[in-house]
C-alpha cells in the first residue's frame, strides 16, 4: 500500500503543478491504483491475516472504514489538485 499512496501523491501533485485538466490520463492512474490499494487490503486481510495499526486483526469492518476513507480522501484530494492547478471550471 505504501508504493500505492506514493504513485496517488505524485499523481496529484503533477496534476496540481502542470494545471492538467479534468479528466486526465493521471487522474485514470489515481483512482486505479485507489482501486488497486483498496483490493490489496481486502485480501491481505481474508488471506494473509492482515493486521490493524494497533496489532490487532482487522476485520471487513475495518476494511469498509479503509476504503471509504481512502475514497473520500482522494476525491478531495484530486479536488484540491485540479483547483491549485487552476483547471477546476476552465
Not at 475514497?71 to 484530494?77: D, G, I, N, P, W
Amino acid at each position: 500500500m505504501l508504493i500505492g499512496n506514493a504513485i496517488v501523491y505524485a499523481s496529484l501533485a503533477v496534476i496540481s503543478m502542470n494545471g492538467e485538466e479534468f479528466p486526465s490520463v493521471l487522474d485514470g492512474v489515481v483512482w486505479l491504483t485507489v482501486a488497486l490499494t483498496i483490493v490489496a487490503r481486502r485480501v491481505d486481510i481474508m488471506r494473509w491475516a492482515g493486521k490493524t495499526a494497533s496489532g490487532e486483526p482487522a476485520t471487513l469492518e475495518h476494511w469498509r472504514r479503509y476504503a471509504m476513507t481512502v475514497v473520500l480522501l482522494t476525491a478531495l484530494a484530486s479536488v484540491l489538485a485540479h483547483g491549485i492547478g487552476g483547471s477546476v471550471g476552465s
